[in-house]
C-alpha cells in the first residue's frame, strides 16, 4: 500500500488517540486533497480537517498527522479519538454531483488503509463507523457508500490471513514429517553402504 506524503503542514494539537475509524465522503464528485485543505481554511479551520483523502483512483494522500487531532467529527469527542477519512466523491443525492457506484479502486484502497490502521491501533470492525453514525443529520459517506460490502472485506481479509496462518502450520507440519522419513532413510542407506564395504572388504 503506498501512501502519497501531502505535507500540507497543519499547525493543530497532537492530542489524538486513535480508537476509532471514521469514513466521510468529500459530497464533491471531483476534488483533491487540495481542495478540501483550502475549503476547510475557508472555513477558518488550521487546513484539511480529515487524515486521509482517496482519490477515486484509489490514490491514498495524507491530511493530518495520525496523532494530530481532526476535524471531521465535533460528535461525542471523536476529533480527539479517532482516524477521519474522507473519499473522493459525492455517494448521495445532492444537486448535480451524486454518483451512485464508488470505485473498485477507491474501495480496495479505503479497505487495505482501514485494515492498516485497525492493525495499527487495534481497532475491530465495530470500531469502523460512518460520519453518519454521530453526525445523523448527514448522510455521510453517503447511502449509495456499499457499507455491509465493505465491512464484509475488512472480515474476509482477515479470515484470510487466519487461513493462510493454518495452511502455512500445515506445511510446517509435513515438512517435519518427510525430513524424519528422509533423516530415517539416510540412515538405513549408511547400513547398507557399511554392509556392502564390509562385504568387499573381506
Ligand atoms: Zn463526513
New binding site residues.
Partial sequence: MKIIQTKLNIDVPRNNKPSYI????A?AKNCTIQDVHSWHRSFGWAGCGYHYFIDKRGNIFTGREENQRGS??KEEGMNYKSI?I?LEGCYQEHKNQTEKQVPKSQLESLTNLTKYLMNKYDIGTDRVK???DY?VY?L??GNYFPWDKYIYMLSQNKDNIIELKKENEKIQEENTRYNKILSDIKVELDKIERMIQDGTNT
Avoid at 22 to 25: K, M, N, Y
Wanted: glycine share 6%; hydrophobic share 25%; net charge positive.
Fill in positions: 471514521i469514513i466521510h465522503h459530497l471531521h467529527c477521519g474522507c460512518k460520519h453518519h453526525a448527514k455521510c459517506p
